[in-house]
């Protein structure tokens, strides 16, 4: 059984027909540019695509009337995990001159706007845009950007291990799994857990890792016995989100995740955005740029909705009781 908090959008289905007759210009075909930082393409491939994320914005567009194979050609590709290519897969996006170009993460945007200041970017998950130079400023992006960030500051990533604390009070060795190439560790989110850790008085080891390579951080964490994983809500993680879950699940490690996604397929705790959300609310943007607004003038947008995900399936086969306090908490229980 599941327990959940919905939101309705109000009147979307009604509006879905209008919208769907408003698409510009009968005729023209549309080509959207889809980079993701990590995740295969073939988890963005197809109408209905493995990645949730993913699959949320596709399913955006085509409640908006864009419909692959009729009026619009999506070009999907991602850098699998390598810093090194963001550049080139841009730069082909634009030479096939897409109209727009979403991206998954800050990392792609900064990517992208460096190679062009013309063709439109979407951003569908951003982090401290107006800090890093993306945009003049969250009201008026004052360029070729805009979008969604997907968390509101550093702190949120304090409030994560909080609540893992709150969760396993006697718990006080944690394994921090960040991302060797995002520099999660030293950028102010580390910086964030790091404060809260010391705080709360829990030793954090650090277990950093490449795109799809955990052999040494898995090796460190199980070496230096650590009692709870919290891992870093990067790109890459989110895309290797199976991999580490099968590891928490063998080495019965309690976790924490960024993402809800990560909970759905067996780890324990998750608290942070859905990113689904901001991915179908990235088709809008998508939508408002092709019928002709810049994305100079569309605000960035941050999230207001954050959710506590628990798996009690998880807690459960670890041998951990919820604090009810916590469950009172949740947005969601898995069960």
Not at 58 to 75: P, S
Request: overall charge positive; proline content about 6%; charged content about 20%.
């Amino acid at each position: 059984m599941v327990r959940r908090a919905f939101i309705t959008i109000v009147g979307g289905s009604i509006l879905a027909g209008p919208l769907a007759c408003e698409v510009q210009q009968a005729g023209k075909v549309y080509r959207i540019g889809l980079i993701a930082a990590a995740q295969p393409v073939s988890e963005m491939a197809g109408p209905e695509p493995v990645s949730p994320s993913w699959r949320a914005l596709v399913q955006g567009l085509r409640a908006l009337g864009y419909v692959e194979g009729q009026n619009l050609i999506l070009e999907r590709r991602s850098a699998e995990g390598r810093y090194e290519r963001f550049s080139d897969v841009v730069a082909e996006l634009v030479r096939l001159k897409a109209d727009v170009i979403v991206t998954g993460s800050t990392q792609l945007a900064q990517t992208a706007k460096a190679v062009t200041t013309i063709v439109p970017i979407v951003m569908a998950a951003s982090v401290d845009p107006v800090e890093v130079g993306l945009v003049m400023s969250l009201a008026r992006p004052g360029g070729n950007i805009t979008g969604l960030t997907s968390v509101v500051g550093p702190e949120i990533e304090a409030k994560r291990l909080e609540l893992l604390r709150a969760m396993l009070p006697s718990v006080s060795r944690v394994a921090y799994l960040g991302s060797k190439e995002n520099k999660d560790w030293g950028r102010p989110w580390g910086q964030s857990v790091r404060t809260a850790a010391q705080a709360l008085g829990v030793s954090l080891v650090l277990a950093e890792h490449t795109p799809r390579q955990y052999t040494d951080a898995f090796a460190r964490i199980s070496r230096e016995r650590a009692e709870a994983l919290f891992v870093s809500a990067s790109p890459t993680a989110y895309a290797d989100r199976g991999l580490i879950v099968n590891f928490a699940t063998r080495t019965r490690l309690p976790s924490s995740f960024g993402w809800r996604e990560a909970v759905e397929l067996g780890g324990l705790m998750s608290y942070g955005v859905t990113l689904a959300d901001n991915f179908r609310r990235a088709a809008t943007y998508v939508d408002k740029i092709l019928k002709g607004a810049k994305p100079a003038d569309l605000p960035v947008e941050q999230p207001t909705k954050f959710e506590l995900v628990i798996n009690l399936k998880t807690a459960e086969a670890l041998g951990l009781t919820v604090p009810p306090s916590i469950l009172a908490r949740a947005t969601e229980v898995i069960e």
